[in-house]
Each structure stands twice: as C-alpha cells, then as structure tokens.
C-alpha cells in the first residue's frame, strides 16, 4: 500500500559497517589513476566511518547535523570574508544566496534590517542596463542574475521584490540569447547550459518569460544530453552532475521534459552514487564530492515527476536516501561549521550550500513522507528541486510577479 | 610559486602612488554602509579595482588601462568583468594577439580550472582564425589533469571549428591506454566517431570490438560499458540482437562474472525483449526478475530500489503485453 499520509517520519538506518568492506572499488589489476586516486579516497572515508562506530556506541543520537556551528559559520561569512575569499569578489551574489539558502534549510529567521541591508547591497549589484553582476559595478552575468534573484525571492519583502527592474532582466536575457536558442553567461561571454538554467530559474520566478524568448531553447538542451544519459555543458562533452541538474531543470521550467531519453538519464544517474561512500560522484569513475549530494540528488525528484507523467511513477525516490545522508552527515561536516566536498578538504560556502541542500533532497522522500538519518532534529526545511530556493519563496514570488505584466508581451505592429 | 605579483609584494608600487595615473581619480566599490558578503581585501586589492573602476567608468582603453587589467586580472582571475575590458582594449588598440595568447597561455597555466580564462583564449583563436597552438596547449594541461572539463572543451572546440580531426583518434587511444577508466577521453572517442566517420555499420564493428577488448581488461569498468551502449545506440536492431555483444555477455555471465555493469546490460536486454515482444516471454521475464533480485541484494545494494523499481517496471510492461490492460490492482 501506499503511504498517501503526509508528514510520516521515518528514521534511517546506517548501512552495515562490516557489509561496506564489499562495497570497495574493485581494481581488477588494473592499477591507474582513476583506481588510486579512488581507492585513495575510500581509504579516508573508511577510517571516517570506522572512528564513526566507536563514537556511535556511546552516543545513540548520532549521526548529529552540526546546526549551532553551521548557523554560526553562516552568520559569520555573511559579514566577513577574510582575503582569502578575493577570487570569490566576482560572485558576491551568489555568497548572498549560498548563505541565504543555507540559513533558511537550517530554519533561520533573518531581522528586518539585515533583510533591508541585503536588499540594499544586491540592489547596488543590479546593472543599468539589466541584471545582475557579481558585486557593485561588475557586469551582468547570468550565474549571479540567478544568485542575486534567488537570495531576493528568499528575502521575500515587498522591497527584495521592487528591487529588480524586470524590464531590464528581459532585455538582459534578449541580449545574451544566441541564435541557436542557447544562452551566454554575459554580453560577450562563454555559452552552456548554465546559462540556459539560468535565465529560465529567473524568468520564470519573476514573471518575465515569452514563448519567443525561450524558443529553440530546449532543442538546445536536449543535444546536451550525452550517450552516457546525463547532460553535458556543451553538445558533444561529457554528461556532468552539474549540467545534467541545469539540463534537466531546464526542460521542466519549459514543460519539455518528455523530449529527453528519461530512462538513460535514470540509468546514468543512479549510478552515480558511490557504493561505498554514499555521497555522489560528478561523472564517470571521478571522485565523490558533497556538492553534487544536490546537483545529482535534486535531480531524483525531478526525474520521479517526469516518471509519473509517463505512468511509470516509482513509489519511492529512486536513490539511497540513507547512504547519502550518512555521507554528508558523517564525512562532510566540518567541526567547527561548514560543510566541504570530501574529507581533508577544507570548508567553504559553496559546498556548504549544496551539501546542506542535497542533505534536505535526501531526508524529504514524495508525498510529504521524511527519512531522517539520526535524531529527528537533524531535519531540514525541504527545497524546490527546479529553483533550489524553499518552496513556500516560490509560490511567494509567483503569487507577486503574476499580478504584474509581462514586459514586452503588448501587441506590437513592427 | 612563480607568481610575480605576490612576490614582489614588497617593491610593489600603489596606483594610487604612480605619478602617470596622477590624473585618475580611484573609484571606491559601491558597497553601501552594511557589511554583506564583505571580503576583507588587500591594500593592493583595494587599489588595483580601485583604478579599475575608474578606467572602465570612463571606457579608457589605452595602454597603461591595458596593464591595470593584467593586474586586476592576476588578482582574481575569475572577474568576468575585467576580461572583456580587457579585449575591449586589445580590440580598440589594435594589439598583437600573438602576445596576448602568449599570455593567455601562462594564464590558463596558473589556473587551469577557470571558466574566464579558457573564454578568453577561445575568443583570441577565434580573431585570429588560427587554431594551431590549441591541441598542443590542451594536451599540456591534460597531462597534469586528464580529465580537465574546460581543456577538453576547449579541445572539442577547436578540432570541431577548424577540422583537426586527423590525429585524434590516435591521441584518444593513447589516453584510454594510459588510464582505461578516464571516461572524458571515452567520450571524446565517441565526440571523433561522431564527427566523423560516423557509427556506420563497419565502424560500429570495429568499435564493439574495441570496447569489448578493453572491457576483458576490467569488466567494472563503467567507461568502457557506457561507451558500448553508446555504440549500441546506433545499431537499428537494439541492444538486444547484436550477436558479438549478446554473445560476449552471455560467455561473461556464463564464467561466473558478476560485474554490476554486465548484469544491468542484461536487464536492459530483458527489458527491450519484453517490449519488443516475441521470443519466450515467461523465460525473459524470469531472467529479468532474478538479476534485479541479485542486483538489489547482493551485487549493487546500493541501488536497490533502481532494481526493484526495474523489476516491476519490466513485469508492468510484460502484463500490459499479454493481457490487454488488466484493471488495476494495488498490491
Ligand atoms: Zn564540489
């Protein structure tokens, strides 16, 4: 039977400690790169897990999500970067939403004038002649159009949503199409399909799409999607976490999620998860890295809404939840806050984002039911698969840009 | 590190300082009064973007706004901005493209993982429409890292703008040789065949037969059976009745081999059957049900609920096959 009831909370449980030694990369005498540098990376996750158990049988309440020491990092980079963080000055907007994002999923309430203070600082990122640079005086890029949109609807006051002159993001948007139905990351700039991801996310939450904006768009995308199944950043490369997520949620943002091969997706996809580790890998034989516990874990619930609309609908998310939470939860976290892409790397607010979103894909299984890996305070607040922004800013920001017009949608004689 | 900026540090000179720039005045960053996303910047930061801000408010394109943008850039490479001044003034200059490839070359050298820097070379090749340092220069950056994201599109980029085609099956073998688990070059072998020759029925040949070789070396290799579906893609008749390939798999399977990748490949056969119709339908479904059964719980437990989500899905489709849709019954 179906479980129709929402909110059922179910708790993982951990995986067999003595049953992953079978799960070990096998390197069948073929000692390459590839092979040591994984094995290499099984090795540290090993003596993770192993120190993991001893402390496990002390304290029942593990594995524990590292809430006060996240908020607190969050809080801080937030406010002060040291100068080290000088190669991340071109996308200030997106440390806005990486921290926004993160803070919300951790169910952190911002003060109105900090709200007031982010409105003011992503306004002063805003071009004159139409979205978003990644700090004050920098030129408009697609990337951080989308960061400075998304921290804007998860701000969600009536000033964030004054604050971007939609007129000018259509422009924008007109401006950087190409010919053949693509998108390019600035006026002058390189062409993938983050790009394409990019403008439909923010066309689409602030109510500026046309049909002729967008057309020959997922033509476009769908000659992204590789041999392999996943998608590529450019037609003829190799299908990529990242990619396939903008892939994928593009074609759901243009209703055309049916023009793509979904079974080779699923097939390319579910065997990205790393049998050992639980976490993700990007591609192909390369390593695992918290960051795509949501590029490739966001996209499960995406394929399952394609399944369903082709009367395959699985019953549950077609991922080991367990396994990826225990990866994130257990070799990802920093002590001190934070989260990172794999042990012995250090921190930084991009994986902390995306290993923190990944870990909430994983604990919100469809129809509202949870599986939660530790104690039940581990949950975090779900997130729109498409947007990765929570839900409740997206219906927000539709049921405020859907009352205003659409630019350039008035009849015109020319 | 041979970064010159950083070690000269201590000789290094503030715009603010320089006699020449005597008539800019900086523009300061239009942060606003609250700290958010704040980076505490070096005073040589500061300075440089300072100046930096000025010569692209007031469009200066000359040489000495040329060289601010060498430093900017060194500073942080990945500011897009800076960039495309750069080649607003290398375009309104006039300059010797030659050396600014030169340049890109160090550049790219230094940071072989940003988006900015592989942009601006491809837009340099483009102008000066020659295409020849390109595969020498990627083949560079992929000894250190063979599977390097930006270099093999760059790569695949320029072999496709300017035909340089011939050699690079050869280049690809010699990459798989070296590391048969590198899947970019697996997918580069594919992008070739692709551009080229086309998977016409001899090349699909020979190419199964490749793979197959290369899938005898290491049968959990999950390059090698991606590219073998890859080629499969191609064969009209399926997955399923290519004799070499059916043939191989099922001797694999026969030897006690239990590799994840051949047992899917097998699941996939089962499944086309089923949907194809034909053939022993009670036998392909039994067949298909026992290897997601030994996939979920003991070959790739890690994605159980893909096998039994499979099992079903194939058993679904078997029934619809049979009966014509039987009234639905939840179990
Ligand atoms: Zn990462």
């Not at chain 1, 922004?389 to 008035?410: F, H, M, Q, T």
């Not at chain 2, 970019?184 to 037969?209: D, H, M, P």
């Not at chain 2, 096959?321 to 639905?328: A, G, I, R, V």
Request: charged share 25%.
């Amino acid at each position: 039977m179906r479980k129709q009831n929402a909110n059922i909370s179910m708790a993982a449980t951990l995986r067999k400690f003595e049953d992953l030694k079978n799960e070990k990369f096998n390197e069948e005498d073929q000692i390459t790169v590839t092979s040591e540098e994984q094995i290499q990376v099984e090795r540290s996750v090993q003596e993770i897990f192993r120190s993991f158990r001893l402390r496990c049988d002390i304290d029942s309440n593990l594995p524990k999500l590292l809430r006060w020491e996240h908020i607190q990092a969050l809080k801080h980079w937030l406010t002060f970067l040291p100068p080290g963080y000088k190669s991340l000055d071109a996308s200030r907007t997106w440390i806005c939403y990486w921290i926004l994002h993160s803070l919300s999923l951790l169910e952190v309430k911002l003060s109105d004038d900090l709200k007031d203070s982010l409105v003011d600082f992503l306004k002063r990122c805003q071009c004159s002649d139409g979205g978003f640079g990644g700090g004050p005086g920098q030129m408009a890029h697609t990337a951080t159009t989308y960061a400075a949109v998304c921290a804007l609807c998860i701000i969600g006051t009536q000033k964030a949503y004054d604050a971007i002159n939609r007129d000018k993001l259509q422009q924008f948007l007109c401006d950087v199409k190409t010919e053949d139905g693509a998108f390019c990351m600035h006026r002058g700039g390189e062409i993938d399909i983050r790009g394409v991801y990019c403008a439909l996310a923010v066309a689409t939450l602030t109510n500026i799409s046309t049909e002729k904006l967008f057309e020959g768009t997922a033509e476009w995308v769908i000659s992204c999607q590789t041999y392999e199944g996943g998608f590529s950043g450019c037609p003829g490369l190799e299908a990529h976490g990242g990619y396939a997520f903008c892939g994928l949620a593009s074609l759901l943002l243009l209703n055309k999620g049916h023009l793509c091969d979904v079974d080779a997706l699923l097939r390319w996809i579910v065997n990205k998860q790393m049998k050992f580790e639980g976490g993700f890998q990007g591609r192909t034989n390369k390593l695992v890295d918290g960051c795509y516990s949501f590029w490739q874990g966001g996209a499960f619930p995406l394929i399952h809404s394609l399944l369903a609309q082709e009367n395959k609908e699985p019953k549950w998310l077609l991922f080991d939840q367990g396994a990826l939470q225990e990866y994130i939860l257990i070799c990802c976290q920093y002590p001190a806050g934070g989260l990172l892409d794999k042990p012995g790397r250090p921190r930084d607010i991009y994986h902390t984002c995306y290993a923190l979103s990944g870990l909430s894909i994983a604990q919100h299984s469809i129809d509202g039911e949870k599986l939660i890996l530790g104690s039940p305070e581990n949950k975090l607040a779900k997130t729109h698969p498409i947007y990765n922004i929570g839900p409740d800013y997206v219906l927000r920001a539709g049921s405020y840009y859907s009352k205003l017009d659409i630019p350039g949608n008035e009849p015109s004689f020319l | 590190m041979g970064d010159s900026s950083s070690d000269d540090e201590n000789a290094w000179v503030f715009y603010k300082d320089r006699p020449e720039w005597k008539d800019v005045d900086p523009v300061p960053q239009d942060d606003g009064n609250a700290d958010i996303a704040a980076i505490r910047y070096t005073a040589k930061f500061k300075d440089v973007y300072d100046y930096f801000r000025a010569v692209l408010t007031k469009q200066e394109k000359s040489e000495r706004a040329l060289q601010l943008t060498k430093d900017a850039a060194e500073l942080n490479p990945a500011n897009y901005t800076v960039w495309q001044f750069r080649r607003d003034i290398l375009k309104a200059l006039n300059k010797d493209l030659y050396e600014e490839l030169e340049y890109s070359q160090h550049i790219i050298d230094e940071h072989p993982k940003n988006y900015q820097v592989w942009h601006h070379r491809r837009v340099l090749v483009e102008w000066l429409k020659d295409a020849s340092k390109e595969l020498h220069l990627t083949e560079l950056i992929l000894n250190d890292d063979a599977k390097n994201y930006h270099a093999w599109q760059h790569r695949q980029w320029a072999i496709k703008t300017f035909n340089l085609f011939e050699n690079e099956l050869a280049y690809v073998d010699q990459l798989i040789q070296d590391d048969i688990r590198n899947n970019s070059a697996w997918n580069q072998r594919y992008f070739v065949i692709n551009n080229t020759s086309g998977f016409t029925c001899e090349v699909l040949k020979s190419e199964i037969k490749y793979t197959l070789e290369k899938i005898k070396i290491a049968k959990e290799n999950e390059s090698a059976w991606n590219y073998l579906r890859g080629l499969l893609l191609h064969d009209k008749e399926g997955l399923s009745k290519n004799e070499t390939v059916t043939n191989y798999c099922e001797e694999l399977y026969s030897s006690g081999n239990r590799s994840p990748f051949l047992l899917a490949f097998l699941v996939d056969m089962c499944d086309e059957q089923v949907s194809q119709g034909g053939g022993d339908m009670r036998y392909t479904l039994e067949r298909a049900e026992e290897l997601c059964n030994s996939l979920a719980n003991q070959y790739d437990k890690i994605r159980t609920k893909y096998w039994q989500y499979m099992a079903e899905k194939i058993k679904n489709k078997a029934e619809g096959k049979s009966e014509p849709s039987p009234p639905s019954d939840d179990s």
